[in-house]
């Protein structure tokens, strides 16, 4: 079943209709480039839901973006902020260092991820081997994997900026 339909249940009543556009909008533009999900799935650490998306037709399925369905949940809201609702656009990179001057050009609600305090490694006591090290403007970071490139409450309006960010690092092939 579609996104589009399974956002008309009851139980995502809590969801704006901006962010259900969003939602639906963004899972169009990827169904478009060749990237499919399998609908909203139960989740219990970022969101009370999840969708994932993947490219189509491939035995391994590697994730390269997720959207976080939040229902204000008070622990959540501790740790990201706000009151806890809302939706939470997840991107997965690699190689950023050879993104950088797209990423230090492209605006700030592309930007600030990159850049922002959030998810900067605290080490995990030595034993994290996941670090994501790259620079942007002549400055190191060092960001934990396990939370990094989450766009809060994502636009509408910049749908197509995230999906061209997604083509930077996963670039269609050619046939």
Known sequence: ???KNIL????????SENEKRFIVAFSDELAKIGYANDGIQDYVVFGKYKIEYYKAGVKTKKVIARIYIRDGDEKIAARWGGNGLGIVLRLYFTNIDKHRTYIEDAPDFIKT???????????CKGKCNRRKLYMIDNKSYVKCTDSAF???EPNIND???YVTLLTKFYPMKQA
Request: hydrophobic share 45%; aromatic share 18%; with cysteine.
């Open 1 to 3: 079943m579609e996104v």
């Open 8 to 15: 008309e249940y009851e139980k995502y009543d809590f969801l």
């Open 113 to 123: 991820p990159f850049i922002d305090s959030h998810s900067v490694c605290r080490g």
């Open 150 to 152: 989450m766009f809060i």
């Open 159 to 161: 749908v197509l900026e």
